[in-house]
């Protein structure tokens, strides 16, 4: 057995611990109201007895509670005063520093919660070790002074999630759609030196790289660009190959042909976009933001956001590119092509690549063999995003937050403002918790339902208006050099607050064991449909209730829960003990999706799914787990045109993994090791160290290539195939 200490380590269970404590507090005591050895050993061998019994590793507080119970049990109430006041003295000792035992617990590398908490970060580097240390005194800060006591208690028992504590007292925010388009073209300034706009393809590439890590350093969350703000430098590069071209062959006395000329002027323009692409690619998995980890980047390719012509076609040649080079991978340290976790590529289907015989069908061809080799890109439809966005299509603000449309934000040519847009943080909702707490009763789960959302909205309130008042000054890259704005030295950020110029999400968790515990049936049942989005509908009409009153842009959004989905179920299991179908995994669900084990094909997933995704206007994003595709692109391709046809936003989850001891290349497994943790094991040689296996895993939206926490390596064992 387990036991979780306060600084997050995992210890084997000690019961001399709790005869050690018990007895100290005894002698404290006149003998005559003592208890006897027997009894001593007797509490403690009750609380061994209920840690076996129960479905999760038991936290240190859990064990005192039982410890105390125990003694009382046994009529020991002098015994038991002594035991609280002890234990109360303890608590006033930590509270006096709150920090030290994390940060020094994070730093020896005990803290399984931090080790395992994103799948892109490594905890052993200098780097990540600074950024958690920092976050650390964040977390302290906000959970101590700056959060009111009702959110965090709501937090702590998993009632809310108020996400990324560890950077809310430094007052950033989470996600960026970034300008790069008026970076490039009108320039920026990074470190104080100031960028022109650059002379040719590759220097672009370069300068995109450059401001992608400033971005990704002043906030905590992903963004994206997209391929269409690149596509003008590539005929920029065009014009000065030509010049060159012409200047050399006339040196030399070479023919002027124009058929001549052009040809080695388009083959030099292929090679510097290969060079351009592979920078930005290499660049991006290999710069180290101050947060300890590549930045979380996705790049946006979509034809239809440049003109017919030339330009089109300059896009599609970089798309293409893009497609090849990540299918072929990137070499890991040993020289084995592995897959990149970033950047996340996301590719959008409309009418001129999405059906044989259309313009583009090339490209959608390339890109169902590199989905099916390394898992992007993820597809977005054109024409269900069109009917849900009043015509527009653009990308997410990272994994999956979209900007709200908002007619009153817009660029200089009349058309709505979506670049430069970003979102101001997220807090989510437990709905598993709302259905546990009302015992099944719908009128209770409706006033309950109520309450919590109030409470989300304090919440978020907290969010909003920690960053009021933050200047421009605090990061210029995103506030002064057109990332997501121009203000002056010294200027506010308020007004970016207010009116659909940011966002702010409620996230929400749990929609299948919500149904599951207030109707006992899932949400793909007609019964279960119904409440399920019932309940998404008066998530929507509170956002709406809150934004009317406030100018402040609320939207539901589908969490994507990466540790969180560990903690919430450890803290309904506390809570309300084990129900099943309900509490009875390390794991609940994220978002609106279908349970990982729920039989069910990828089209009629895709197809339920797409009701929810309209009701998450703040971001949502579906998936289909299948098997290895690489000898069977058709089966991708009918996957990619359904997604055209039925939701907005859909990614395939291919296996893509290796072992460095034997060469397997497939799907790495996860099995039990004898004493109930999971590890990841070669079906072929039967390898478990992880130093040795590379296994990549879509868990959040992001692939994550560090591995996970026992909730979420338990939810991917539980994944069934849905093709």
């Not at 200089?412 to 709302?434: C, E, H, M």
């Not at 040689?685 to 590379?694: A, T, V």
């Amino acid at each position: 057995m387990k036991v979780i200490k306060r600084n997050g380590e995992e210890v084997p269970f000690d019961l001399s611990k709790i005869i050690n404590a018990v007895s100290a507090a005894n002698r404290e005591i006149e003998p005559i109201h003592r208890l006897n050895k027997y009894q001593v050993q007797a509490v403690a061998d009750n609380v061994a007895g209920k840690l076996e019994d129960m479905p999760h590793i038991a936290h240190v507080e859990d064990i005192q509670d039982m410890v105390e119970t125990g003694i009382m049990e046994m009529r020991g109430y002098e015994v038991a005063q002594k035991y609280v006041r002890y234990r109360y003295k303890r608590e006033l000792t930590r509270k006096s520093n709150t920090t030290d035992n994390g940060i020094l617990a994070l730093i020896d590398h005990l803290n399984e919660t931090v080790n395992q908490e994103n799948s892109n970060k490594n905890p052993v580097i200098n780097s990540t070790q600074r950024d958690y240390m920092a976050g650390e005194v964040s977390k302290d800060l906000t959970m101590r002074v700056l959060l009111p006591e009702e959110i965090v208690k709501a937090h702590e028992d998993g009632i809310i999630h108020f996400h990324d504590s560890d950077y809310f007292a430094q007052k950033e925010h989470n996600c960026d759609l970034i300008n790069l388009e008026d970076m490039l073209q009108n320039g920026t300034v990074i470190s104080e030196t100031l960028i022109e706009k650059p002379h040719s393809f590759f220097t672009a590439c370069n300068v995109t790289t450059q401001i992608v890590a400033q971005v990704a350093s002043n906030q905590y969350g992903g963004q994206t660009f997209t391929l269409s703000h690149l596509a003008p430098f590539v005929d920029v590069s065009r014009q000065k190959i030509r010049s060159a071209v012409i200047e050399e062959r006339t040196a030399c006395g070479d023919s002027l042909d124009e058929g001549i000329v052009e040809k080695v002027v388009e083959s030099r323009l292929k090679s510097e976009i290969k060079s351009g692409i592979q920078t930005i690619q290499y660049q991006l998995i290999t710069l180290m933001t101050c947060n300890g980890q590549a930045p979380f980047v996705t790049m946006f390719m979509y034809l239809d956001e440049v003109s017919e012509g030339r330009l089109r076609d300059d896009l599609a040649m970089l798309i293409e590119e893009v497609l090849r080079q990540r299918m072929q991978g990137v070499k890991n340290e040993k020289g084995i092509w592995i897959t990149p976790a970033f950047p996340k590529l996301v590719y959008v289907l409309d009418e001129d690549n999405v059906n044989e015989g259309s313009e583009y069908w090339y490209l959608t061809q390339l890109a169902a063999k590199c989905t099916a080799k390394r898992m992007v890109p993820d597809y977005i439809s054109a024409k269900v995003m069109r009917a849900l966005k009043k015509g527009d299509v653009y990308p997410c603000m990272g994994c999956r937050s979209f900007p709200t449309v908002e007619d009153n934000q817009r660029n200089p040519d009349g058309s709505r403002k979506y670049y430069g847009r970003f979102n101001q943080g997220v807090v989510t909702i437990n709905l598993v918790d709302v259905a546990c707490s009302s015992q099944g009763d719908m009128e209770k789960f409706w006033d309950i339902l109520e309450e919590r959302l109030e409470l989300c909205h304090r919440a978020l309130r907290c969010r909003h208006e920690r960053l009021l008042g933050t200047t421009s000054d605090v990061a210029p890259i995103l506030w002064q050099h057109g990332a997501l704005a121009r203000l002056k030295k010294g200027e506010k950020i308020d007004r970016l607050l207010y009116d659909g110029y940011s966002t702010i999400s409620l996230g929400y968790a749990g929609l299948y064991e919500m149904c599951m515990r207030m109707i006992g049936k899932t949400h793909t049942s007609p019964e279960g449909r119904e409440f399920a989005l019932q309940v998404m509908q008066r998530l929507n009409d509170k956002c709406q209730e809150w934004k009317e009153a406030e100018h402040i842009s609320y939207s539901v959004y589908g969490t994507p829960m990466e540790s969180t989905t560990y903690k919430f179920a450890k803290c309904l299991q506390k809570r309300f003990g084990i129900i099943p179908g309900v509490t009875d995994r390390n794991y609940i669900t994220n978002s609106y999706h279908v349970h990982v084990t729920e039989e069910i094909d990828a089209f009629s997933k895709l197809k339920f799914e797409a009701d929810f995704q309209k009701l998450s206007p703040g971001g949502a994003i579906s998936y289909v787990e299948v098997p290895d595709l690489q000898n069977n692109t058709e089966a991708v391709l009918a996957v990619m045109q359904f997604i055209y046809e039925n939701i907005v936003y859909a990614e395939l989850n291919t296996k893509s993994d290796f072992c460095e001891k034997c060469g397997f290349e497939g799907e790495i497994r996860i099995v039990s090791d004898g004493d109930g943790k999971l590890v990841w094991e070669c079906p072929s040689c039967k390898n478990r160290d992880q130093e040795e296996l590379f296994v990549a895993r879509r868990t959040c939206g992001y692939i994550g290539t560090q591995f996970w926490n026992q909730g979420r390596t338990q939810e991917i064992q539980d994944r069934v195939l849905h093709l």
